[in-house]
Nanobody
Framework: QVQLVESGGGLVQAGGSLRLSCAAS????????MGWFRQAPGKEREFVGY????????WYADSVKGRFTIARDNAKNTVYLQMNSLKPEDTAVYYC???????????????WGQGTQVTVSS
């Protein structure tokens, strides 16, 4: 019922910034909580943060807190991940996901985008 497409990834220097976008189509986007995840090769998928359906509540993993910001524009059916002060360890494929039931657990997210690569050079 929801299709998600990430964009905005690329190659940046350490200390730089990127803004990822996740464009949604389908039914009732504004009813979904939206999460961001990332996965480096050979590693487990990591929860980065979430934003509630209203856009008024967010949560971030300790590894990105203070550097990353999630926002959404329900009128545009889009959620954003602003990444500042990037570090080489932020290198991963980044995924957005939509959940109608939860916030923090991957199994609670019903729909996933295809991912976008972020590479941070030292």
């Amino acid at each position: 019922q929801v299709q998600l497409v990430e964009s905005g990834g690329g190659l940046v220097q350490a200390g730089g910034s990127l803004r990822l976008s996740c464009a949604a189509s389908g039914r009732t986007f504004s009813n979904y909580n939206m999460g961001w995840f990332r996965q480096a090769p050979g590693k487990e998928r990591e929860f980065v943060g979430y934003i509630t359906s209203s856009g008024r509540r967010t949560w971030y993993a300790d590894s990105v807190k203070g550097r990353f910001t999630i926002a959404r524009d329900n009128a545009k059916n889009t959620v954003y991940l602003q990444m500042n002060s990037l570090k080489p360890e932020d290198t991963a494929v980044y995924y957005c996901a939509a959940s109608s039931t939860g916030l923090r657990l991957p199994r609670e997210y019903d729909y996933w985008g295809q991912g976008t690569q972020v590479t941070v050079s030292s």
